[in-house]
């Protein structure tokens, strides 16, 4: 079992910058991949970033590469989505998600790939 806890969202105008975490439970942190998918109001979740066991491989979603960055820490059971340049259009729950896998540098987009899910973060972009 894996628990997830999303901090650092926030209230920021258009251009701004945030920080998001995610705290894992657990000894195991390291044998999962990790993603950040995202939920804005009355639209279907979207994939944002995922990463892999071993931080060696990330993919990001078109809408946000070049503005954001995922990193983990697996010594502190901890990823990071660091958000740059923010559009009004980011404005969304933020969830992190923790997939199991044997595969180091393997990531996963895919929402129900994922076995463990974060409560989430609200981040609110105003233009």
């Known amino acids: 079992q894996v628990q997830l806890v999303e901090s650092g969202g926030g209230l920021v105008q258009a251009g701004g910058s945030l920080r998001l975490s995610c705290a894992a439970s657990?000894?195991?942190?390291?044998?999962?991949?990790m993603g950040w998918f995202r939920q804005a109001p009355g639209k279907e979740r979207e994939f944002v970033v995922a990463i892999s066991r071993s931080g060696s491989s990330t993919y990001y979603a078109d809408s946000v590469k070049g503005r954001f960055t995922i990193s983990r820490d697996n010594a502190k059971n901890a990823v990071y989505l660091q958000m740059n340049s923010l559009k009004p259009e980011d404005t969304a729950v933020y969830y992190c998600?923790?997939?199991?896998?044997?595969?180091?540098?393997?990531?996963?987009?895919?929402?129900?790939?994922?076995?463990?899910w974060g409560q989430g973060t609200q981040v609110t972009v105003s233009s």
């Open positions: 657990g000894r195991t942190f390291s044998s999962y991949a």
């Open positions: 998600a923790a997939k199991f896998t044997y595969l180091i540098g393997r990531y996963y987009y895919t929402g129900d790939d994922y076995d463990y």
